[in-house]
C-alpha cells in the first residue's frame, strides 16, 4: 500500500463533522487532513522498521508546526513490539 491507497482507504469513511455553517468548507478540510495522512508498511519488531518509520516521521516534522501523529496496530495484534525489555507486555 501506498500514502495514496492509504488516503483512499481513509476517505471510504472520513466524515464531515462541521455544522451546518462551515458544511461548505468540508471538502477541503477532509483534503488538507488527508494530505497529512503517510503510509509505512512494516514489521516492527525489526529495529530497521522502526529506524524507517523515525526517518519518515523526522521528514513530516519538517513540513508542519505541529510534531506528527502515529497510528499503529493494537498490541494484541502485534506483541513483540509492544513488550518491555524482559518480554512482558
Not at 519518515?56 to 501523529?69: C, L, R, Y
Request: proline residues 10%; contains cysteine.
Amino acid at each position: 500500500m501506498d500514502d495514496e491507497e492509504f488516503r483512499d482507504l481513509i476517505a471510504l469513511t472520513l466524515m464531515c463533522r462541521l455544522d451546518d455553517s462551515a458544511a461548505a468548507e468540508c471538502g477541503a478540510k477532509m483534503d488538507y487532513f488527508l494530505d497529512r495522512c503517510h503510509y509505512c508498511a512494516g514489521n516492527y519488531d525489526e529495529p530497521t522498521d522502526f529506524a524507517r518509520l523515525d526517518g519518515d516521521m523526522k521528514k513530516q516534522e519538517v513540513h508542519t508546526a505541529s510534531p506528527p501523529g502515529w497510528l499503529a496496530s493494537h498490541p494484541n495484534v502485534c506483541p513483540p513490539p509492544c513488550a518491555g525489555p524482559d518480554g512482558t507486555p
